[in-house]
């Protein structure tokens, strides 16, 4: 299966980088999630919702919370995407590793999971494309607040 991995240098320390992916108001903050239920703790629920209207809720990511260290690694399992044009996709993984790195903390974060398919496709193209530029919204966000 194919995945998805990306890494950056942020200026902040490993437990706030952990504390943006598990933090309702700093995922609004960085990644524009409308709404979440972040239970930090395994076995815990993972969701978040973007793009709610008057019709419904746009998207949708969803997973078992699988380790949840507050200062280094955050992982989701069971992780399935709902989108309004495409088949539901899942499951996945989404694994967040903060390191010290000098001053800084080193970020990887790798989506994994992605099976064949035409929605499959479209959806490992959009995760390649999107998650430098989140990432990098990640480290504005963290650097500036």
């Not at 970020?107 to 959009?126: K, P, R, V």
């Amino acid at each position: 299966m194919r995945m998805v991995e990306n890494s950056i240098e942020i200026a902040t320390n490993p437990g706030q980088v952990i504390k943006a992916f598990t933090e309702p108001e700093m995922l609004q903050g960085w990644w524009g999630v409308e709404r979440a239920l972040v239970e930090k703790r395994p076995g815990g629920l993972y969701s978040l919702i973007w793009n709610i209207s008057d019709h419904g809720m746009g998207n949708v990511k969803t997973g078992i919370v699988r380790q949840c260290e507050p200062h280094g690694l955050f992982e989701v399992s069971d992780l399935v995407y709902f989108h309004p044009g495409h088949s539901i996709m899942g499951p996945m993984t989404l694994r967040v590793i903060a390191k010290v790195k000098d001053s800084k903390t080193l970020l990887n974060i790798t989506q994994s999971g992605f099976h064949d398919g035409s929605d499959w496709d479209w959806y490992h193209a959009e995760a390649t494309e999107a998650w430098p530029k989140a990432i990098q919204k990640l480290k504005e966000f963290l650097e500036t607040t």
